[in-house]
């Protein structure tokens, strides 16, 4: 009787120990699906930073020579100007 006893004693345990197994493996489960999450959301973020710079750069590309013509024509302007007050 005893010996039967100490049996179903040893199976409960054994039944007490698998399922805290299974609870901290669902739980680990979780987290790596919450990690997997929080970095698809990082790529995302970045994937968004990396449109921004290639629109900026583009922006850049396209008026490059603004700054040029904007500062060679307020030169000669300013020549004019200059033989313009001289004469």
């Given at each position: ?5 100490d ?5 409960l345990?054994?039944?007490k ?11 680990k ?8 999450k929080?970095e698809?959301q990082?790529?995302e973020?970045?994937?968004e930073?990396l ?5 900026q750069?583009?922006?850049r590309?396209k008026?490059w020579?603004l700054?040029?013509?904007m500062?060679?024509?307020f ?12 004469i």
């Open positions: 009787m005893s010996d039967n006893m049996v179903e004693n040893s199976e345990e054994k039944l120990a698998e399922s805290e197994l299974n609870i901290l493996e669902t739980r489960l979780k987290m790596e699906t919450e990690l997997i929080l698809t990082k790529l973020l970045e994937t930073l449109k921004l710079q290639n629109q750069n583009e922006k590309l008026y020579w700054p040029t013509v500062g060679r024509d030169i000669y302007l300013a020549i004019i100007i200059g033989l313009l007050l001289y």
